[in-house]
């Protein structure tokens, strides 16, 4: 079974350019979380994905945004690129096909630079 | 509002002795955890859970405890390997609901 994949693995914008990232989930899993990891922050939350519609949100500013197609696969996208938003973006997917509680596994991420 | 904390941002540990780390969170609401063991430049792998109906849960070398009183879990290495040396996260939520991680300890096993 193939896992969470996702592209690219490293990535160096410019200030005020935009970039979208991409995930796709391992095969069945619905549910696709996106997380940002800084030096000294852990995983922040950015949002989640379940079926196509988000379903929940962190607190990042709206520059920060994304979407779910109907295979699962998530994209994310962040505009106007601040150097702050130089991080590690994680993506986790998980089945939640009931409301049982159930581990999220994640991709290896993208290394986002802004120059 | 951070609702889950680690709040040792590094530990050192010789190999072969046991390694806690640990973790509290503030919202009662919880009723499952998490530990995630991260590798520079990888993704956080899933290593241990617990349910809140429990108070301790054990796979092999890693036993996470859990202390709802104190709203806090543990989790347990022993004996600890160099191959441990990484980053590790707890986590918590509740149902289905999003994942709420801490910031992380960074362990460290010495030969």
């Known amino acids: 079974k193939a896992g969470v994949t996702q592209t690219p693995r490293y990535l160096i914008k410019t200030r005020g350019q935009q970039v979208t990232l991409s995930c796709s989930p391992i095969s069945g899993h619905r549910s696709v979380s996106w997380y940002q990891q800084t030096p000294g922050q852990g995983l922040q939350f950015l949002f989640e994905?379940?079926?196509?519609?988000?379903?929940n949100k962190g607190n990042f500013p709206g520059r920060f945004s994304g979407r779910q197609f109907s295979n699962s696969r998530s994209e994310m996208n962040v505009s106007t690129l601040e150097l702050g938003d130089s991080a590690l973006y994680l993506c986790?997917?998980?089945?939640?096909?009931?409301?049982?509680?159930?581990?999220?596994?994640f991709g290896q991420g993208t290394r986002l630079t802004v120059v | 509002d951070q609702q889950v904390k680690q709040n040792s941002p590094s530990l050192s540990v010789q190999e072969g002795r046991i390694s806690i780390l640990n973790c509290d969170y503030t919202n009662s609401m919880f009723d499952y955890f998490l530990w995630y063991k991260k590798y520079p430049a990888e993704g956080p792998t899933f290593l241990i859970s617990?349910?809140?109906?429990?108070d301790k849960n054990e796979d092999g070398r890693f036993t996470v405890f859990l202390n709802k009183s104190a709203k806090h879990l543990s989790l347990h290495i022993v004996p600890s390997q160099p191959g441990d040396s990484a980053v590790y996260f707890c986590?918590?939520?509740?149902?289905?609901?999003?994942?709420?991680f801490g910031q992380g300890t960074r362990l460290t096993i010495n030969p």
């Open positions: 994905y379940f079926s196509e519609t988000q379903r």
């Open positions: 986590a918590a939520n509740k149902g289905a609901q999003k994942l709420v």
């Open positions: 986790a997917s998980s089945s939640l096909l009931t409301a049982k509680n159930t581990e999220a596994f």
């Open positions: 617990i349910s809140s109906i429990k």
